[in-house]
């Protein structure tokens, strides 16, 4: 039964990481969404934005 216990999770960890290689090859990314800055925000997001007027009270959580 201890067997089993050891077993098992790293048998289901094995499967994890086999579907996960699996979905690479079946849905490849372009190279231009990898190489994307993490830090930069979308440039969608940067043009509908548009700062707060100055003398305008924080808006409450």
């Given at each position: 039964?201890?067997?089993?216990a050891?077993?098992i ?6 499967v994890?990481?086999?579907l996960g ?18 830090g ?20 409450s959580?």
């Open positions: 039964m201890a067997m089993l050891v077993l999770p790293l048998l289901m960890l094995g994890v990481l086999v290689r699996y979905e690479e090859l079946l849905l490849p990314q372009e190279d231009t969404d990898r190489r994307e800055p993490a930069a925000p979308p440039v969608a997001a940067t043009a509908a934005s548009s700062p707060a007027p100055a003398g305008s009270p924080a808006p959580p």
